[in-house]
């Protein structure tokens, strides 16, 4: 009786793992996106506000997920930032958990920490050099609208805590709450095509 209870229970298990698997096989697990919204909005907003200022950042996103609700989200951006005779290109890597309510569909969760680096000229033409800390949470929506299609939107607060500034520039973050430690902080609007594998 004991041998045919455990071979019950081991067939029954063996089906719900391969039920488990075959369900999984037809879920994407991988998603690539481009933040289309965010370089529209802050390239209209910079360049109305002077013919001197332009600000072009773009984002490119990657997302795992693990099981159901857990994943893994990572962020790769380049930025230009021109300000007059100022103008560094940025380039950046972040990487973080994520949840959401149903693999990569649905609402979402994330946090990314990173690095980024910074190069160009400053305002009195020396050579410009800053690394960055990077800290990103974002929560959203991922709406698939085919098997390898989805959009996403949202919103995130883009961070970046200077690590090093080379020349500095502590006065002219002064206005900034968290003082000289942050110099830049940002509401991001998320608006992606993202592709799904």
Not at 43 to 65: G, M
Not at 139 to 151: K, Q, V
Request: charged fraction near 15%; glycine fraction near 8%; include cysteine.
């Amino acid at each position: 009786m004991k041998k045919t209870l455990v071979l019950a229970s081991a067939l029954a298990l063996l089906f719900l793992v391969q039920g488990n698997a075959e369900e999984n096989e037809n879920q994407a697990m991988n998603m690539v996106g481009v933040n289309v919204l965010h370089t529209i909005i802050l390239d209209v907003v910079s360049t109305s506000l002077s013919d001197d200022v332009l600000y072009l950042p773009i984002h490119f996103s990657y997302a795992r997920a693990f099981d159901k609700n857990w994943g893994l989200s990572a962020l790769a951006f380049y930025r230009l930032d021109k300000d007059g005779d100022f103008r560094t290109n940025e380039f950046g890597l972040a990487v973080g958990p994520r949840f959401s309510f149903d693999y990569l569909e649905g609402f979402y969760f994330e946090c990314k920490f990173g690095a980024g680096i910074a190069v160009g000229v400053d305002y009195l033409h020396n050579d410009y050099t800053r690394i960055d800390f990077i800290i990103q949470p974002d929560i959203g929506y991922n709406l698939s609208l085919a098997d390898f299609f989805s959009i996403s939107f949202g919103v995130g607060l883009q961070t970046l805590i200077s690590v090093s500034e080379t020349p500095s520039r502590s006065g002219v973050w002064d206005w900034n709450f968290m003082g000289k430690l942050s110099h830049y902080y940002l509401p991001v609007a998320n608006l992606s095509a993202c592709f799904m594998f």
